[in-house]
């Protein structure tokens, strides 16, 4: 017997649970363990409700933000959480998590699995306001945790400068504010040895 | 010197970190560690997004349900998690929330400190459409999560049925789908004696 819109959907709200067995790179602030790709999310959406008006684009619309930001790290329930500072295969990964999408967000009924791929293919894309300022929250609060936690797995990894301020380039597109906080926050690490030069 | 708009809102940022620190009692479905109120509250916003439709109120404001969602615990980073099944001087812990809620939001600039008392206010009292719908989340997500996990935290704790049904009542006023949904789930429960008749 087909599933009901109600069971599809109880499916997929059993089914993103896992994003919870995600573990990140960025620690805590606490320090005490890496954060889960949940709490990850959660963070940064809830940062673009008071976060939003330091957007370059003053006609945001933040309910589409959130949206992108809750549901953009989904396809990790499949593809795994891959560190910023990483060297990777990006068609590889890509490919993987394009494979996740499809296979995740096809259990909610088709008019909102379809909802959710374009939200999900928006914010890869980055091409709209709403994807770029969703993009640089999620490129700016990982560099406070960093810098909060004094670059424990910066240090960690030898990350150094030049690849923070790569990461953190985009920001300056959807956010001139965010993105000098960002620098600054930056210099000041170097300065404290928490960042190689 | 008085601080920016911006120091405010990253101060309210970092504290805000400290409720991936504060554990439920509910289990992940994976079973392997209790989740994070941050993972719940991620959870239950993601889960507004795809089961709004079953809102008895067909004009819900689902962004205005998202806000509430998203900061609906913060309040837990100094008053901890109240497991819904214990006995509590529910006045004691209105007090100590009261307390949070003040101090939290307050970090803030003024008139987002305002707002989001007032979302967190609004929630609590659970009298507009938005805040039913959005409590209503905040009691159907979990009892899916014990299901799942085979009980395991309702055996332990000898959870009775007439608890979780008086948990789950208001879930009608919201949405007679979903509680209707947790109703059979409830009663599926007591046969397969991962909660007590």
């Given at each position: 017997?087909?599933?009901?819109r109600?069971?599809?959907?109880?499916?997929?709200?059993?089914?993103?649970?896992?994003?919870?067995?995600?573990?990140?790179?960025?620690l805590?602030?606490?320090?005490?363990?890496?954060e889960?790709?949940a709490?990850?999310?959660?963070?940064?959406?809830?940062?673009?409700?008071?976060?939003?008006?330091?957007s370059?684009?003053?006609?945001?619309?933040?309910?589409?933000?959130?949206?992108?930001?809750?549901?953009?790290?989904?396809?990790?329930?499949?593809?795994?959480?891959?560190?910023?500072?990483?060297?990777?295969?990006?068609?590889?990964?890509?490919?993987?998590?394009?494979?996740?999408?499809?296979?995740?967000?096809?259990?909610?009924?088709?008019?909102?699995?379809?909802?959710?791929?374009?939200?999900?293919e928006?914010?890869?894309?980055?091409?709209?306001?709403?994807?770029?300022?969703?993009?640089?929250?999620?490129?700016?609060?990982?560099?406070?945790s960093?810098?909060?936690?004094?670059?424990?797995?910066?240090?960690?990894?030898g990350?150094?400068?030049?690849?923070?301020?790569?990461?953190?380039?985009?920001?300056?597109?959807?956010?001139?504010?965010?993105?000098?906080?960002?620098?600054?926050?930056?210099?000041?690490?170097?300065?404290?040895?928490?960042?190689?030069?």
């Amino acid at each position: 017997m087909a599933k009901s819109r109600l069971e599809k959907q109880i499916d997929f709200a059993v089914e993103i649970d896992k994003l919870k067995d995600v573990e990140r790179k960025t620690l805590l602030m606490s320090g005490v363990r890496p954060e889960t790709s949940a709490e990850h999310s959660w963070h940064i959406a809830l940062s673009a409700l008071f976060l939003s008006e330091h957007s370059r684009d003053k006609d945001l619309d933040l309910f589409h933000v959130l949206k992108m930001l809750l549901i953009h790290d989904l396809v990790e329930i499949d593809a795994g959480d891959t560190y910023c500072y990483d060297p990777v295969d990006k068609t590889a990964v890509k490919q993987k998590e394009q494979r996740a999408a499809g296979r995740i967000f096809h259990l909610l009924p088709l008019d909102q699995s379809q909802e959710f791929f374009a939200l999900w293919e928006e914010f890869e894309a980055g091409a709209t306001p709403e994807a770029r300022f969703a993009n640089a929250l999620d490129r700016f609060l990982p560099v406070i945790s960093s810098f909060m936690t004094e670059g424990l797995e910066w240090k960690k990894r030898g990350i150094r400068r030049g690849q923070v301020e790569e990461r953190a380039r985009p920001i300056s597109e959807a956010s001139p504010t965010l993105f000098d906080c960002i620098s600054r926050m930056i210099e000041e690490a170097v300065k404290k040895g928490l960042l190689r030069p």
